[in-house]
C-alpha cells in the first residue's frame, strides 16, 4: 500500500482513546501504577497509528511493515529482554497488557509483535551465544528487523516432533534442506529462526538470515482471517548455514515448546482485548440503535447477550492476571497456561459471535471492527496449538495417560 494512502487515514481520525477498559471485578487495583501507564501509552498508540489503518489493511491484505520502529520505541518488542540487549527488563504482567492493548487493535497486528518477542526474541536470549544475543537483539527490539518462528511443516502441524526438515554438517556450516509453512512475519522477515534435525535426528535452533543462498519466503495468499498480518512459507535448498548461527544452548524440541509458553501466554492477554473491542462495539451500538420504538439494549435477549460477555471476559482477566503472577514467579506449568490459551480464545471467538449479531446487517460490515476480529481469532484458536492439542495437553495433566503416544 502506498504510504500516502496510509497518511491520509492518519489524518482522518481523532487520536485520543476515551475507551476506559473492561473492569468489572477492580483488576486494575492488581496491577502497578507502571502497569496502567504503560497500558495507557500502548493504548493511545493503537487509537493513533493501529485504529485508523487497520480496516484498510486488512480489506487489502496489507501488513503495516511501516508501523515496526514505532513499536520498537513502545517497547513491545521483547520487554522482558534484559535492557542490554535492547528490552525492558519488564514483567510478564507487562507484556500481557501490551498484547491486549495490541491485539484491540488487531490479532495480526499482534501476532507481528508475539512471534517476534516470544518466538524470536526469546530464543535467542535463552538459548543463544553472546554473539548472537548482541547481533540479533537490538535489532528485533527496535523494530530494524522483523524474525519469523519455523517450526509447522506441511505434513507436521500438531506433531511438531515428526519434521523433516534437517541439515548435515559441512565443516564450519551445515546444509539446511526442507520446507516450513504457515508462518507469521515470513515473507518480510530479515531472520527465522528455524527448528530441524540434526544428523543425530535430534531437534535445533538455527539462525537463517535473508540473502543465505537457497533460502526464499515465498507469501501465502488467499487468507479470510489475519489478513493485515504477512504469512508464508520458509523454503531451504541446500542452504549454507555457518555453525555460528546455531542456538547451542538446547536440544530436543523442549526448545521450540519453551518459546511457545510464552508466546501463548501473550495470546490469553491478547484475545481479551479483541474480546473488549467486540463488547464495547456491540454495547454502544446496541444504546443506539432502535427497533419496536426503543433500544435493543432493552430487549432481554440482547441483554443477555451483554451480560454473558462482559462475565466471560471478566473470568479470562482473573485468569490472565493470576497466570502472570505465576509467570512473573517462574511457576506457571505448560498446561496451566493451555488451559488459559485454551479458554481465552473460545471466549473471545464466542464473544465476537455473540457481539456481532448485536449488530444485525451492520455487523458484517467493515465500518465495525467485529466481523474482522471474528475471522482473525480463528487463526488464533488454530495456531500456537490448536483448541483440541491444548485440551489433549491439560487431559494429560488430569489423568496421566498421553492421547499422543
Ligand atoms: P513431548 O514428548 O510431549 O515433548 C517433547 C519434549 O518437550 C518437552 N515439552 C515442553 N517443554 C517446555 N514447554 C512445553 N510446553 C513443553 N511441552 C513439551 C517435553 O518435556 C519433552 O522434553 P524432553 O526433555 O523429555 O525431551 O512431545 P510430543 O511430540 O508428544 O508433542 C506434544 C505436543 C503435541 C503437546 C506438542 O508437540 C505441541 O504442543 N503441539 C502443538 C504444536 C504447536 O503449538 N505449534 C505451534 C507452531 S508456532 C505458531 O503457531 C506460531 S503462531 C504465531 C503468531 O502469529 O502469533
Ligand atoms: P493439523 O495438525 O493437521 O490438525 C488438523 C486438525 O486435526 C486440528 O483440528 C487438530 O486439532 C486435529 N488434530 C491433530 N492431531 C490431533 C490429535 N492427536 N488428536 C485430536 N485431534 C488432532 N506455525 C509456525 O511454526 N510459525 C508461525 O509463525 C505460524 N504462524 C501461523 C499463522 C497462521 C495465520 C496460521 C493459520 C498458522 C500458523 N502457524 C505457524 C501454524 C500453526 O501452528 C498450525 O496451523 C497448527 O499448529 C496446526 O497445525 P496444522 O495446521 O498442520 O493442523
Known amino acids: 500500500m502506498k504510504l500516502s494512502k496510509l497518511e491520509e487515514l492518519w489524518q482522518s481520525q481523532s487520536t485520543h482513546d476515551t475507551f476506559r477498559g473492561v473492569d468489572f471485578f477492580g483488576i486494575d487495583d492488581l496491577l502497578s501504577t507502571e502497569h496502567k501507564q504503560i497500558r495507557e501509552s500502548v493504548r493511545n498508540w493503537v487509537k493513533k497509528r493501529l485504529s485508523p489503518i487497520i480496516e484498510t489493511c486488512a480489506q487489502e491484505g496489507y501488513f503495516p511493515k511501516e508501523l515496526l520502529p514505532e513499536m520498537g520505541e513502545l517497547g513491545v518488542f521483547g520487554p522482558h529482554i534484559a535492557t542490554e540487549y535492547g528490552g525492558s527488563g519488564a514483567d510478564y504482567l507487562t507484556y500481557g497488557l501490551m498484547m491486549q492493548e495490541i491485539e484491540r487493535g488487531d490479532s495480526g497486528i499482534r501476532s507481528a509483535a508475539s512471534v517476534q518477542g516470544s518466538l524470536v526474541m526469546h530464543p535467542i536470549y535463552l538459548y543463544g551465544s553472546e554473539e548472537q544475543k548482541k547481533t540479533y537483539l537490538p535489532r528485533l527490539a527496535s523494530g530494524e528487523w522483523l524474525g519469523a518462528f519455523g517450526l509447522t511443516e506441511p505434513d507436521h502441524g500438531s506433531n511438531p516432533g515428526g519434521m523433516t526438515t534437517h541439515f548435515t554438517d559441512d565443516g564450519d556450516s551445515v546444509i539446511l534442506n526442507g520446507?516450513?509453512?504457515?508462518?507469521?512475519?515470513?515473507?518480510?522477515?530479515?531472520?527465522?529462526i528455524v527448528w530441524a534435525k540434526n544428523p543425530q535426528g535430534k531437534v535445533q535452533g538455527l539462525i537463517v538470515e535473508r540473502g543465505m543462498e537457497g533460502f526464499s519466503t515465498p507469501e501465502i495468499g488467499n487468507k479470510w482471517s489475519l489478513r493485515a498480518s504477512a504469512t508464508g512459507e520458509l523454503v531451504f535448498q541446500d542452504v549454507r548455514v555457518p555453525k555460528k548461527n546455531i542456538l547451542p544452548d538446547v536440544?530436543?524440541?523442549?526448545?521450540?515448546?519453551?518459546?511457545?509458553?510464552?508466546?501463548?501466554?501473550?495470546?490469553?492477554?491478547?484475545?481479551?482485548?479483541?474480546?473488549?473491542?467486540?463488547?464495547?462495539?456491540?454495547?454502544?451500538?446496541?444504546?443506539?440503535?432502535?427497533?419496536?420504538?426503543?433500544?435493543?439494549?432493552?430487549?432481554?435477549?440482547?441483554?443477555?447477550?451483554l451480560s454473558e460477555s462482559l462475565t466471560e471476559i471478566t473470568k479470562a482477566q482473573l485468569l490472565s492476571w493470576r497466570l502472570g503472577v505465576l509467570m512473573n514467579e517462574g511457576k506457571a506449568t505448560p498446561s496451566q497456561i493451555s488451559m488459559a490459551k485454551r479458554n481465552n480464545v473460545e471466549m473471545a471467538l464466542n464473544i465476537a459471535r455473540e457481539c456481532r449479531q448485536i449488530?444485525?446487517?451492520?455487523?458484517?460490515?467493515?465500518?465495525?471492527?467485529?466481523?474482522?476480529?471474528?475471522?482473525?481469532?480463528?487463526?488464533?484458536?488454530?495456531?500456537?496449538?490448536?483448541?483440541?492439542?491444548h485440551l489433549l495437553i491439560l487431559g494429560m495433566e488430569i489423568t496421566g495417560l498421553n492421547a499422543f503416544e
Not at 368 to 385: D, F, K, Q, W
Open 251 to 305: 536440544i530436543g524440541l523442549k526448545g521450540p515448546l519453551s518459546c511457545l509458553n510464552s508466546a501463548r501466554y501473550g495470546i490469553c492477554w491478547g484475545v481479551i482485548g479483541a474480546a473488549m473491542d467486540c463488547y464495547e462495539t456491540a454495547k454502544k451500538y446496541a444504546l443506539e440503535r432502535n427497533q419496536f420504538g426503543k433500544p435493543i439494549a432493552s430487549f432481554q435477549l440482547q441483554q443477555k447477550k
Open 179 to 192: 520446507s516450513k509453512t504457515w508462518i507469521s512475519n515470513a515473507p518480510l522477515c530479515q531472520i527465522a
Open 359 to 389: 449488530l444485525g446487517g451492520n455487523g458484517i460490515s467493515g465500518n465495525y471492527p467485529i466481523m474482522r476480529h471474528m475471522a482473525n481469532l480463528e487463526s488464533v484458536i488454530t495456531y500456537e496449538g490448536t483448541h483440541d492439542i
